[in-house]
């Protein structure tokens, strides 16, 4: 059975698309690809179809990571088809629990700095679209962080060879 991650902030423009490009790239280094699946999308439609912010883009390709994918609203099907549902910050986090059909839902909500080593709980990815493009090197390294820490996580979590 494959483990499903599907990363969420509020336009899928941004900061999911570069946790689900940064993440896949550590799945391929690791030869899980058959193992884990990666996805992302928005708690909002206002971005819907569009490709990531060429800020995200051009963050991504300066640390050699090509972004796939067109922006997308997480729909409450998707909890069925993940195991887990990542939330970038506390506003996507609450509004996915507000989403969650039940509690089996809820459990798979997680918030993606609790997985990075060092850092403290409850702390968000700042939302960098309104700043200049200093903010998404910072959440490209926030994210690669964090998604190392995701990484372990799911490897000890799940007994995937390592
Ligand atoms: P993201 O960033 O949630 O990381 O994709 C944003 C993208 C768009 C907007 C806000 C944040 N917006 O207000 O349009």
Redesign the pocket.
Known sequence: MKIRICFV??????????AEGIMRSLVEEAGLEEYIEIDSA?T?A??LDEE??PR?HEAAEENGISLVGT?RQFEIEDFAEFEYVIG?DGE?RDELSSLAPDETAEEKIFLIRDFEPRARRDQD?P????GGSDGFGE?FEILKNACRGLMEHVVIQHDLPS
């Open positions: 902030c509020l336009g899928n423009i941004c900061r999911s698309p570069t928005g909002s206002e971005h990531p912010d995200t922006a970038m996507n990815v939302d960098p679209y309104y959440v």
